[in-house]
Antibody, heavy 121, light 113 residues
Framework: QMQLQESGPGLVKTSQTLSLTCTVSGASMSSGSYYWSWIRQPAGKGLEWIGHIYTSGDTYYNASLKSRVTISVDTLKSQFSLRLYSVTAADTAVYYC?????????????WGQGTMVAVSS | DIVMTQSPDSLAVSLGERATINCKSSQSVLYTSISKNYLSWYQQKPGQPPKLLIYRASTRESGVPDRFSGSGSGTDFTLTISSLQAEDVAVYYCQQYYSTPWTFGQGTKVEIK
């Protein structure tokens, strides 16, 4: 059973770069047709799709964040990463990594537990 | 962007009774060429990540109890819990993947009356 686990700093200073890594375990990242995704959720609010990456390296970003986001993948390490530049308090949220099954479910079928990131000066 | 609007924002239902959540998209999420609606439903309990319940509008994810069902097409969708159980207390989200950016509804909170 594939599992995902986010890791990274819980506090980032305003205008700095938020960097998170999602480690995939239990199966190979290349074992199916998946998009590796980042989603965030401000406290008490709804879900916002940030973007995703295919194992080929093709990326898709939410246009609202596109100028500040980079998602990368390292299949040898079974990891994919998020970098969000020039953060503000509005970027404070729980960040989830998730697997999008593009072959069977057409959905986010595996999620990490989430990691809280606060942005503060 | 496709805007997903859920109704109601919250509802309280007695144990064993039916709960119905509606989701409306600002444009159709039906891929007519393959007759598939690109819509999914998730359940999120406090302190937990969302859990997939339904994909392609009406296909139940493996392991999801059959009291959960999805219906609808085009722009109007419904998630139904046929007989509410205590463990169903959660926030439910619909999500479209017809076009990027993929977007979620604002969520519907389901409580016990």
């Amino acid at each position: 059973q594939m599992q995902l686990q986010e890791s990274g700093p819980g506090l980032v200073k305003t205008s700095q770069t938020l960097s998170l890594t999602c480690t995939v375990s239990g199966a190979s990242m290349s074992s199916g047709s998946y998009y590796w995704s980042w989603i965030r959720q401000p406290a008490g609010k709804g879900l916002e799709w940030i973007g995703h990456i295919y194992t080929s390296g093709d990326t898709y970003y939410n246009a609202s964040l596109k100028s500040r986001v980079t998602i990368s993948v390292d299949t040898l390490k079974s990891q994919f990463s998020l970098r969000l530049y020039s953060v503000t308090a509005a970027d404070t949220a729980v960040y989830y990594c998730a697997r999008w099954d593009n072959g069977n479910d057409d959905a986010f079928d595996v999620w990490g537990q989430g990691t809280m990131v606060a942005v503060s000066s | 962007d496709i805007v997903m609007t859920q109704s109601p924002d919250s509802l309280a239902v007695s144990l064993g009774e039916r709960a119905t959540i509606n989701c409306k998209s600002s444009q159709s999420v039906l891929y007519t060429s393959i007759s598939k609606n690109y819509l999914s439903w998730y359940q999120q309990k406090p302190g937990q990540p969302p859990k997939l319940l339904i994909y392609r509008a009406s296909t139940r994810e493996s392991g999801v109890p059959d009291r959960f069902s999805g219906s609808g097409s085009g722009t109007d969708f419904t998630l139904t819990i046929s007989s509410l159980q205590a463990e169903d207390v959660a926030v439910y989200y619909c999500q479209q993947y017809y076009s990027t950016p993929w977007t979620f509804g604002q969520g519907t909170k389901v409580e016990i009356k």
